[in-house]
């Protein structure tokens, strides 16, 4: 499903950032955008910044019921400092939370987490109820054999008697011809 991804800018706080910029909606089912200016409010200002594809995949589907059982089911938009003459590049949207916290790890991306719409929470929800098969959870058994008890080897081969394992290497005498 296409997915409108809206970027709100503010002026930054401090003099090291001009700028603060945080997505703040989805639109689902949107057409293709470039940074288009939706609104603007004094000094905040509001872009329909990118449209991507959201892709669910069956074998994700205990990660979407994870997010869709959060107290607010989100989307998370991942985006990254703009390489071309755009602020911001947007990444991904996904509705996974585990895909997303992947992507906190590196520091280097910016992952906001934005709230679904109800349309989009019933196209996850009815994604979720046709593929999810729940695992039924098989805890290991430990083996019962011991084998600190005897010692299988003689240790390394390369020790001709036990006496060698502490002594230190005989030099060689250089011959003098």
């Not at 299988?152 to 011959?175: H, L, M, V, Y």
Request: no cysteine; net charge negative; hydrophobic share 40%.
């Amino acid at each position: 499903m296409p997915i409108g991804v809206v970027v709100r800018r503010l002026p930054g706080v401090t003099r090291w950032a001009k700028h603060s910029w945080k997505a703040v909606a989805v639109l689902p089912g949107a057409s293709d955008a470039h940074w288009q200016e939706l609104r603007r409010d004094g000094d905040a200002v509001e872009y329909h910044a990118a449209t991507l594809s959201l892709d669910l995949h069956g074998a994700e589907t205990e990660a979407y019921l994870h997010g869709l059982s959060a107290k607010d089911p989100s989307i998370y938009v991942i985006m990254r400092e703009g390489e071309s003459a755009d602020p911001l590049d947007v990444v991904l949207v996904t509705a996974s939370p585990y895909e997303a916290q992947d992507y906190t790890d590196s520091g280097e991306e910016l992952v906001e987490k934005v709230p679904m719409t109800e349309g989009l929470l019933a196209w996850v929800q009815r994604f979720v109820t046709a593929h999810h098969h729940e695992e039924a959870f098989v805890k290991r058994k430990r083996d019962k054999k011991r084998i600190d008890i005897t010692q299988d080897g003689k240790g390394d081969p390369r020790i001709a008697s036990a006496a060698d394992i502490f002594a230190s290497p005989a030099r060689q005498r250089k011959r003098v011809h």
